[in-house]
């Protein structure tokens, strides 16, 4: 099987919850069953939050960069980024090697696509709709992402889960979010922020949902089988 290099650390439980998923994703019977990855867990990443919406921090490209090369030399085949907001940056990591790249956003927008889904929920980072990253991906197949008019407090949620609050108290907010956009419209609720991928018990009950991290789960098994 081949092997994905994974860039990681934003934020590290995330990329810890990618390889859980890739070891669900299998069904193996021994050890050599499973996905070869090689995981470069780098939480040293200038945060995307303070450069994208506080304006105030580094450009994260020049270590993704760095960090696609690394990959690159211990034997990658492959490389994926769980990180729905570091895909803004993915010039930085396709042009500093010339490895194919898993994009998480566009196999998050086939998968919307094939569900039937038209009005997608954004249950994600501002910083996605700022920088519009799922505007090329949604348009090429026809969806329309439904955002909320102050998205403020899904930044709190990420924030939290972030420094390390218990979920379960962070839950019902998520939750209260989740029924805001359905209320606006929307058909199909998406969680685009890694972190919010370890909440999902947190959605509505009855809600047709899809977890970006589960795309990119799927599309490491199938490159890895290929």
Not at 63 to 68: H, I, P, T
Request: glycine share 8%; charged share 20%.
């Amino acid at each position: 099987m081949k092997t994905t290099g994974i860039l990681g650390g934003m934020g590290p439980e995330a990329t810890i919850l990618l390889m859980q998923k890739l070891l669900d994703a299998v069904p193996a019977r021994d050890d050599a069953d499973h996905i070869p990855l090689i995981v470069h867990q780098n939480p040293q990443v200038p945060s995307r939050i303070k450069a994208l919406i506080d304006g105030t921090g580094e450009d994260p490209s020049p270590v993704l960069a760095r960090m696609a090369q690394d990959l690159e030399r211990a034997g990658a085949a492959a490389l994926a980024m769980p990180c729905n907001t570091a895909h803004h940056y993915a010039a930085a990591v396709t042009g500093a090697t010339d490895l194919p790249f898993l994009d998480m956003l566009d196999l998050t927008a086939d998968t919307l696509a094939a569900s039937g889904a038209r009005k997608v929920g954004m249950l994600a980072s501002p910083a996605t709709r700022l920088t519009g990253v799922f505007t090329a991906p949604f348009e090429a197949r026809g969806l329309t992402p439904v955002t909320l008019a102050d998205d403020s407090p899904l930044l709190d949620i990420i924030r939290a889960v972030k420094a390390g609050q218990p979920l379960g108290q962070l839950a019902p907010q998520l939750e209260a979010q989740a029924r805001l956009l359905m209320d606006q419209g929307a058909d199909h609720l998406l969680i685009a922020c890694t972190e919010l991928s370890l909440m999902t018990d947190a959605l509505p009950d009855g809600a047709p949902w899809s977890d970006s991290l589960d795309c990119l789960v799927n599309g490491i098994v199938a490159f890895s089988k290929s």
